[in-house]
T-cell receptor, first 108, second 115 residues
Framework: LAKTTQPVSMDSYEGQEVNITCSHN???????ITWYQQFPSQGPRFIIQ???TKVTNEVASLFIPADRKSSTLSLPRVSLSDTAVYYC?????????FGSGTKLNVKP | GAGVSQTPSNKVTEKGKYVELRCDPI?????LYWYRQSLGQGPEFLIY????????DSGLPNDRFFAVRPEGSVSTLKIQRTERGDSAVYLC?????????????FGPGTRLTVL
């Protein structure tokens, strides 16, 4: 399993764009990159998934450079409700390595 | 539609006791996963089922932990001779099929406290 490295925590203000970068130097050719969000006392929730270049959905964008050794989750115009832990996962196998995630704190 | 449900939501037990944690996956999902999450840490993989069979149980910490999914739907995680170190939130997830590209849908978890 490819392990991932993320910042432990980040602070932001409402309305700002937040970018969380994840390093995954040992990513394998068949691995996909997936991001999950977790609120306290809840299970993780899928945000976005990609393989290369850029993926965008209604809540986020995912940027993946050509070497795929890192990825950046971009959250546009965050609100207080985006305060959560964000996990970057890499793999295609039937299990994921979550790591400790990035605790995002959005301030008013 | 209904999501993944887990029961009980909280379980308090004494050291040495036996516990069972239940997971009801989303209807039609063939893949089911169990994770354990300690405070301040990310979920840690325990076991994965494809249908009725345990396709990968490499994450189970020792032989006190066992999980079943006899009819390919509901799963039960069983812990024998519980220890204080087993205290954690146990999360269950299901996905439509196997493979890392399928979204895993998580339940709310069962908080296990071993006194």
């Amino acid at each position: 399993l490819a392990k991932t490295t993320q910042p432990v925590s980040m602070d932001s203000y409402e309305g700002q764009e937040v970018n969380i970068t994840c390093s995954h130097n040992n990513i394998a050719t068949n691995d996909y990159i997936t991001w999950y969000q977790q609120f306290p006392s809840q299970g993780p929730r899928f945000i976005i998934q990609g393989y290369k270049t850029k993926v965008t959905n209604e809540v986020a964008s995912l940027f993946i450079p050509a070497d795929r050794k890192s990825s950046t989750l971009s959250l546009p115009r965050v609100s207080l409700s985006d305060t959560a832990v964000y996990y970057c996962l890499v793999g295609t196998s039937d299990k994921f390595y979550f790591g400790s995630g990035t605790k995002l704190n959005v301030k008013p | 539609g209904a999501g993944v449900s887990q029961t009980p939501s909280n379980k308090v037990t004494e050291k040495g006791k036996y516990v069972e944690l239940r997971c009801d996956p989303i209807s039609g999902h063939t893949a089911l996963y169990w994770y354990r999450q300690s405070l301040g840490q990310g979920p840690e993989f325990l076991i994965y089922f494809q249908g009725t069979g345990a396709a990968d149980d490499s994450g189970l910490p020792n032989d006190r932990f066992f999980a079943v999914r006899p009819e390919g739907s509901v799963s039960t995680l069983k812990i024998q001779r519980t220890e204080r170190g087993d205290s954690a939130v146990y999360l269950c997830a299901s996905s439509l099929s196997r493979g890392g590209t399928d979204t895993q849908y998580f339940g709310p978890g069962t908080r296990l406290t071993v006194l």
